[in-house]
């Protein structure tokens, strides 16, 4: 990407890939790159429940085109404020925070005309209210540690995630509304692998104290194994 939220031009195509020979001799190669012209400005400043600034890095912010064409972000800065260069067109919020006590508020879908700048203000976040526990197990029994246990909210974009502990239980603070919540390796050499879709959940849409617990039975890697074949 471009070194500055707010240049533009911004590139979120994969990789390219290109090979040399495995040798000592001359060998030269072109790759160009056609990148994505930004005409448009969307920021805003979140803030917690008190009005306090949220700390650096804390949140992400992901732009992605109704059109499934773009998708541009940038994170906050140490004054909570967020600017990120768009293309004109029509955008979804993809929020993540890495503050666990607090959820992000709906953000509706917003349109920008070729040089828009879209001020969305303070944007207060919301106390966490409803807990979710669990834990993650083999078929034997045994338990899945270190693994990336995340929550996604459609209807708002909010997105947070956690790690399961050294016996396998983890806790997501969540906000009212209906939850997706997934589980993934954290290391590429994992022994194990979860290939259902997300489970789902929900909570009263209020701010009342809610607890609720949803476990992950994970096949051994050997059953996954012979499944496919």
Request: charged share 20%.
């Amino acid at each position: 990407n471009a070194k500055t939220s707010l240049a533009d031009w911004s590139y979120t195509k994969p990789p390219e890939s290109i090979s040399f020979l495995a040798d000592t001799s001359p060998e030269t190669k072109t790759l160009d790159f056609i990148v994505t012209t930004t005409d448009g400005v969307v920021r805003g400043k979140f803030v917690r429940p008190d009005g306090a600034s949220v700390s650096e890095g804390s949140i992400y912010v992901n732009l992605n085109s109704s059109d499934g064409v773009y998708n541009f972000g940038g994170q906050v800065d140490s004054s909570g404020i967020f600017s990120v260069a768009v293309s004109a067109g029509t955008y979804n919020f993809y929020i993540s925070s890495k503050d666990p006590q607090f959820v992000v508020p709906p953000i509706s879908p917003i349109t920008l005309l070729a040089g828009d700048t879209k001020d969305l203000g303070a944007i207060a976040l919301i106390k966490s209210t409803k807990t979710l526990n669990g834990r993650l197990m083999r078929s034997d029994g045994s338990f899945i540690v270190d693994a990336r246990v995340f929550a996604f909210r459609k209807d708002t974009g909010g997105q947070t995630e956690t790690i399961s502990d050294g016996s396998g239980s983890y806790t997501l603070l969540l906000s009212g509304g209906f939850w997706e919540v997934g589980i993934s390796p954290t290391a590429q050499t994992a022994d194990w692998a979860y290939n259902k879709p997300p489970q789902s959940v929900s909570f009263a849409q209020d701010s009342a104290l809610e607890t609720k617990t949803l476990d992950f039975a994970v096949p051994l890697m050997g059953l996954l194994l012979s499944d496919g074949q």
